[in-house]
């Protein structure tokens, strides 16, 4: 049974994203595989740089090669200060949404760059997405609303897998739903850190369209059910 919940005229069912950083990069195809299998709907492909986050993961070499292993939609998450200088390669690897840091920027070039990387996204044809860090106001991204496929909001500081979600920064979505509808947009909200089969109803009920989850899927004895109970929210 389809459990979609009704929004304006569209159907919409909520969307899990499986986040490859707590994957086995041993045996990718094989990750891969199996969350493909298990019905995930989006692949969340996290890029850090170890200056925006304190962690380092990879970039558009292992992007490309996980588009040749699947069809499933590659959400990359960019944790780099600089995304505007390392957006062709990316976009060249088959990124299908490139989801960038506001807080990447200084206030004063802020506005600039980040319409800049929106247009070039838009000619590239690739999604685009903002990112929050889990402290930083939500009104942030209103002025882009019209501009945007996605916003993700972040629920723990970004860097790495399996911390904890922190509830405040949940609190963002409900007021992030409400503007989006106000504006009479399409914009879907992706929420990310510390989701588990525990607290997706609660994410949900939020206002989240998409789900990520890194440590609650691949850290699951079965991660299809996983995946299963979280989309079941
Ligand atoms: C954190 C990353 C997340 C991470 C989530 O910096 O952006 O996508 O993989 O992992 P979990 O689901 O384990 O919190
Ligand atoms: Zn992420």
């Not at 045996?27 to 200056?51: Q, S, W």
């Not at 897998?161 to 405040?168: P, R, V």
């Not at 909200?189 to 609650?216: C, F, K, P, Y």
Request: hydrophobic share 45%; net charge negative; proline share 5%.
């Amino acid at each position: 049974m389809d459990v979609g919940f009704h929004r304006g005229d569209a159907v919409m069912s909520v969307q899990v994203a499986p986040s490859l950083l707590s994957a086995d990069f041993g045996r990718l195809e094989g990750e891969i595989a199996m969350v493909e299998a298990a019905g995930a709907d989006l692949l969340h492909l996290d890029v850090m740089d170890a200056h925006f986050v304190p962690n380092l993961t990879f970039g558009p070499l292992i992007v490309e090669a996980v588009t040749r292993l699947t069809t499933l939609p590659r959400d990359t998450h960019l944790m780099i200060t600089d995304p505007d200088r390392y957006l062709d390669p990316f976009v060249e690897a088959g990124v299908s949404t490139f989801t960038f840091h506001l807080e990447a920027f200084g206030e004063e070039e802020r506005e600039a760059r980040a319409d800049s990387i929106l247009e070039r996204l838009a000619t590239a044809g690739v999604g685009r997405g903002l990112a929050l860090n889990p402290e930083t106001p939500v009104e942030w991204v209103y002025p882009w609303l019209d501009r945007l496929e996605t916003v993700l909001i972040m629920t723990v500081h970004p860097g790495f897998g399996g911390q904890k979600l922190i509830a405040e920064s949940l609190a963002r979505v409900p007021l992030l739903r409400e503007e989006i509808d106000r504006q009479g947009v399409t914009v879907t909200i992706g929420v990310d850190g510390g989701v588990t089969t525990g607290n997706a109803a609660e994410v949900v009920a939020a206002g989240a369209d998409i789900l990520v989850a890194g440590s609650a899927v691949f850290g699951a004895d079965d991660p299809a059910a996983a995946i299963t109970a979280i989309r079941g929210a």
